[in-house]
């Protein structure tokens, strides 16, 4: 059961403040919070709450919806874009008051979920981090500090008496969820005691045959690289999907909660989740994000799908197996180290490989082992502080590292084969690995890597 005590404190020390409200109806009884952050959203936002909305009843009862509709000022943002999140602040005014709704979306033609979600029991909020004065600021102004300010507040809808877990769900404005998203969720969180979990995802394809092949290369980049953390045995496995994570209350403030950068918010955030408690994963629903290209922000879905669309670089390629080879032997050395000095794990380092030695000396190993075993009172002690240093960031350091000095990238067919030997698995179509197969073939191994579990 969360502390209020330790709420109060984080909310007093490290939340956003008082600059940004809720919008909302009465407010108790909630166990769940749904976070959406939203820019010029109009025309996805309805159709992702009305998915929610299909939710059973007595779920969405204890479930409030927090949409953060958000842009920078007028001097960093698109009048379009501004003009869009009034549009939808204005439609979701009225979907939380239960008037006019008619009348919200008397300007948005072919709108027919808002009357879907106005005529269900979904508990919704928002939060105007649009209009003049309430703006994001230039330097945080991104999807980092809407996710903190919708989870911020949240905190402060749960009743911290009741001794049910406390869940904040972490959704994007074009997301759809299944009709059992809230129950399988909860449902998971009450059988284990994790501090995080990711949903399974299959992002949705689009009728276009280039923009299909877009989204199914990324996604098998994706789930590639975890299963590659996988076989190399780290803790840092999992996938770092915004519309995908979900936490609860107390694990948020034991990392002083979301971070405010621009991208890959999500991906710095469970990396630190790792570290206080267990992620696990959730594969009784699924989440779909959309395959959207973007150029809001400068890595993830939507920059990957726009640069595979506009023949940019060659997409068709994986980091070699051989690199998680490195990985794999060196925490394998980790996990017995015992007391051994810093230059004898460098002597061990340079064996497995000298691209390894090289780039532990760039991040101070020599200093920084030492310091870990003389702060470690036990093995176990030992091996938990090495993997929080040794994170998910700086194992992918070190895989970029290795990649630009001597291990290239190979083509994306011919790394999955090998990999899934390694694994002892076999990709489900005999494809030459020194080719590109047919759009409809990569979506079958596709398939195929999304049902692995």
């Given at each position: 059961m969360e502390s209020n005590r330790v709420i109060k404190k984080y909310l007093k020390n490290y939340s956003v403040g008082d600059r940004w409200s809720l919008v909302s109806p009465a407010t108790g009884g909630v166990d769940n919070v749904v976070v959406i952050p939203a820019l010029a959203e109009s025309e996805h936002l309805f159709e992702a709450l009305a998915a929610l909305s299909r939710n059973p009843e007595e779920e969405?009862?204890?479930?409030?919806?927090?949409?953060?509709?958000?842009?920078?000022?007028?001097?960093?943002?698109?009048?379009?874009?501004?003009?869009?999140?009034?549009?939808?602040?204005?439609?979701?005014?009225?979907?939380?008051?239960?008037?006019n709704i008619k009348d919200g979306i008397s300007d948005s033609a072919g709108h027919r979920f808002p009357e879907e979600i106005g005529k269900s029991p979904l508990r919704l909020a928002c939060v105007d981090?649009?209009?003049?004065?309430?703006?994001?600021?230039?330097?945080?102004?991104?999807?980092?500090?809407?996710?903190?300010?919708?989870?911020?507040?949240?905190?402060?809808?749960?009743?911290?008496?009741?001794?049910?877990?406390?869940?904040?769900?972490?959704?994007?404005?074009?997301?759809l969820v299944e009709e059992n998203y809230l129950y399988a969720v909860r449902?998971?969180?009450?059988?284990?005691?994790?501090?995080?979990?990711?949903?399974?995802?299959a992002h949705r394809y689009t009728e276009g045959s280039k923009e299909r092949a877009a989204i199914i290369c990324y996604e098998i980049f994706l789930?590639?690289?975890?299963?590659?953390?996988?076989?190399?045995?780290?803790?840092?496995?999992?996938?770092?999907?915004?519309?995908?994570?979900?936490?609860?209350?107390?694990?948020?403030?034991?990392?002083?909660?979301?971070?405010?950068?621009?991208?890959?918010?999500?991906?710095?955030f469970l990396n630190k989740m790792a570290k206080v408690g267990t992620i696990g994963k959730i594969d009784t629903t699924v989440v779909y994000p959309s395959a959207r290209a973007s150029e809001r922000v400068p890595f993830g879905t939507g920059k990957r799908v726009g640069r595979f669309l506009n023949g940019e670089d060659e997409e068709y390629l994986l980091y070699d197996p051989a690199v998680f080879?490195?990985?794999?032997?060196?925490?394998?050395?980790?996990?017995?180290?015992?007391?051994?000095?810093?230059?004898?794990?460098?002597?061990?380092?340079?064996?497995?490989?000298?691209?390894?030695?090289?780039?532990?000396?760039?991040?101070?190993?020599?200093?920084?082992?030492?310091?870990?075993?003389?702060?470690?009172?036990?093995?176990?002690?030992?091996?938990?502080?090495?993997?929080d240093w040794f994170?998910?960031?700086?194992?992918?350091?070190?895989?970029?590292?290795?990649?630009?000095?001597?291990?290239?990238?190979?083509?994306?067919?011919?790394?999955?084969?090998?990999?899934?030997?390694?694994?002892g698995e076999e990709i489900p179509l005999n494809v030459d690995a020194r080719e590109i197969p047919s759009v409809q073939d990569q979506e079958k191994i596709l398939d195929y890597l999304r049902n692995r579990g």
């Open positions: 969405l009862k204890r479930t409030m919806v927090i949409c953060v509709v958000n842009n920078r000022d007028a001097g960093h943002a698109s009048p379009e874009d501004i003009a869009d999140n009034q549009k939808t602040l204005k439609i979701l005014r009225s979907l939380i008051h239960k008037k981090a649009s209009s003049p004065g309430r703006e994001l600021p230039e330097r945080f102004g991104g999807v980092g500090l809407a996710r903190k300010i919708g989870c911020d507040l949240a905190l402060t809808l749960f009743d911290y008496d009741c001794d049910r877990t406390k869940l904040i769900f972490s959704l994007d404005a074009d997301t449902d998971c969180f009450e059988g284990e005691t994790c501090v995080a979990s990711v949903i399974s995802f789930r590639y690289y975890v299963m590659c953390l996988e076989y190399a045995g780290s803790g840092y496995a999992f996938h770092s999907i915004g519309s995908t994570m979900v936490f609860t209350a107390g694990g948020y403030v034991s990392v002083r909660g979301m971070n405010r950068r621009k991208a890959g918010e999500d991906f710095y080879e490195v990985v794999k032997a060196w925490l394998f050395c980790m996990s017995s180290a015992g007391e051994k000095g810093a230059e004898e794990m460098l002597c061990q380092a340079k064996e497995i490989h000298s691209g390894l030695e090289v780039f532990l000396e760039t991040q101070n190993f020599r200093e920084v082992w030492p310091r870990l075993v003389e702060n470690s009172g036990s093995a176990d002690r030992l091996r938990k502080n090495f993997n994170d998910g960031f700086k194992t992918l350091k070190l895989i970029n590292y290795l990649t630009r000095n001597g291990m290239p990238p190979v083509n994306m067919f011919q790394a999955l084969k090998m990999l899934m030997e390694a694994m």
